[in-house]
């Protein structure tokens, strides 16, 4: 079964550095671009950025661009995703997903359960 | 880059009717880039359409989805209780941008 299982809950402060990780099972792990989503509380989705496992290449949506980094590790078939230094304003749900392109349509096809992130004083 | 503006923000339906929902977006792009997604409270979201036009493995054929260009919209012939979500489309370009979402509740 392909899936993707997300790290737990973190609570953190502002200023705090963080990281949080999306394992990915049951599948080619290489073949196929994945990447996070931000889901602010009531609100909709934004996507963040995308990694390809094979090289690393990332591509990062303007609006998070350096505010956030990807990474991935091959050995252990995960993904991450790193703030250095929290805000409020970083609360919210992320979650990520598998990019699936069969040659004609490209889309997220799997989701992992989502790790929902409270940065507070 | 596309913006994608969704209509209505909230939809009131009872079970057994049929439901439309709108996605235009701010510039053409390919069918083949569209998808939509559901979301139920609590739960990450799951693929529904994509290229426009095709139901994911394992969904209802009561989902359909159209359009092309600018307009597309997704259609769910005959509403159940499971049915009554957020629905999101989506461009697969540079920033994979999501339209606002459609409350689909319960009237």
């Known amino acids: 079964e392909v899936q993707l299982v997300q790290s737990g809950a973190e609570v953190r402060k502002p200023g705090e550095s963080l990281k949080i990780s999306c394992k990915a099972s049951?599948?080619?792990?290489?073949?196929?671009?994945i990447g996070w989503g931000r889901q602010m509380p009531g609100k909709g989705l934004e996507w963040m950025a995308i990694?390809?496992?094979?090289?690393?290449?990332?591509k990062y949506s303007p609006a998070f661009q350096g505010q956030v980094t990807i990474s991935v590790d091959k050995s252990t078939t995960t993904v991450h995703l790193q703030w250095s230094s929290l805000k409020a304003s970083d609360t919210a749900m992320y979650f990520c997903?598998?990019?699936?392109?069969?040659?004609?349509?490209?889309?997220?096809?799997?989701w992992g359960q989502g790790t929902l992130v409270t940065v507070t004083s | 880059e596309v913006v994608l503006t969704q209509s209505p923000d909230t939809l009131s339906l009872s079970p057994g009717r049929r439901a439309t929902l709108s996605c235009r977006a701010s510039q053409s792009f390919s069918s083949s880039l569209l998808a939509w997604y559901q979301q139920r409270p609590g739960q990450a979201p799951r693929l529904i359409i994509y290229?426009?036009?095709n139901r994911a493995t394992g969904v209802p054929d009561r989902f359909s989805g159209s359009g092309s260009g600018t307009d597309f919209s997704l259609t769910i012939g005959r509403l159940e209780p499971e049915d009554f979500a957020v629905y999101y489309c989506?461009?697969?370009?540079?920033?994979?941008?999501f339209g606002q979402g459609t409350k689909l509740e319960i009237q």
């Open positions: 049951g599948y080619t792990f290489t073949k196929h671009w």
């Open positions: 989506q461009h697969y370009g540079y920033s994979h941008t």
């Open positions: 990694i390809y496992p094979v090289d690393s290449q990332t």
């Open positions: 290229g426009a036009s």
């Open positions: 997903a598998r990019d699936f392109y069969d040659g004609t349509y490209y889309y997220k096809d799997v």
